[in-house]
């Protein structure tokens, strides 16, 4: 088992330590006993994951003779809304939950929003702790702190900012993910690669088939990777004021097509799409040259992931949903655009006429 600590300055109690490692349920359960003592532990996932692995969790925490209960919620990104944490929030008082009590999320992006943003929120705040399912949650939702929930105008506009006390990232999960889930969290280390380590990238370029048939060694070195860069993003920029905004690569335009699509296109082919226009729109301004441009859209293409946004997509009601983007400054956009591969910057705000044709293009 691998391990890294987030360290949180003047915070020495939100510092946490991310430990990755393969087949390590047992050893995680012994240093949560250990190390992260409560009067009661919630086990919160969704139904998808629960079928596959609630009472392995469950048994490991009984093992370890601590008191564990179990709450579950439909899969998916529809059930990341405010009626979906009061039936939580709900279970949790039925429970007997209180300050002492501590949660685990159990799951993949929208798990570790959710129970976040209750841990956050519930009686002003309680612990919790990520254990990330997917691919995309190892490499990045279950670091930093962030939690949310959806509103019907758009992605995560609901939520704050509120570290786990531990984030425990075990490969034996990425097994059983579907394909579709696993090209969602390659999206992320592609955007690592982007905007943070050209040789993560061109080691992806070189290796992209035993990435895609989860060649563990390789898998492993990846996910340690993006886990270092964002947690050393993090110790920087917590709460999101400069540096860790470049993070947000691709995903200004990537919720607008997803929110469009009415979630059908999921969140890594949102910022599949979304690096690729934040690409295209950085060559239209003349920062960034053809071949890394070409580059970018090739290796995204070599994942399984989309592309092209499809013809019936509006690009007006994309660019409508820009206005509700929550990293917005006064009526201004900001994207972040590339001057090369591991070179991104904060723009300070692009005409909609260059977003629009660069969406007609993609299509």
Known sequence: MRSMKVNLDKKISASYEIRIGYKIIDRMTLIIAKNHKAGRYVLITDNFVGSLYAKKMMD???????NINFIEFPAGESSK??????DIVGKLLELGADRGTMLIALGGGVVGDMVGFIASIYMRGIPYIQIPTTLIGQVDSSIGGKTAIDLPHGKNLLGTFHQPRAVFADLVFLETLPEKEFNNGLTEIIKYGIIDD????????????????KDS?????????????????VEIDEKEQGLRRLLNFGHTLGHAIEAVSKYAISHGEGV????IAAARISGEKKYLDDTPLKRIEEIILRTGLPVKIPQNFSADDIISRL???????????????LKKIGMPFVNGGIANKLIYDVIEGMK
Do not use: P, Q, W, Y
Not at 81 to 86: E, G, M, R, S
């Open 60 to 66: 490991s925490f009984k093992d370890v003779g601590l």
């Open 272 to 275: 599949a799409l979304g690096m």
């Open 81 to 86: 809304n405010i009626n979906t944490v009061l």
């Open 198 to 213: 050209e040789k993560m990238f061109c080691m992806l370029e070189e290796n992209m088939d035993a990435v895609k048939s």
């Open 217 to 233: 060694a390789l898998l492993t070195k990846l996910v340690e990777n993006c886990c270092r860069i964002k947690k050393s993003i």
């Open 323 to 337: 206005t509700m983007d929550k990293k917005k400054k006064d009526d201004v956009v900001h994207f972040i655009l």
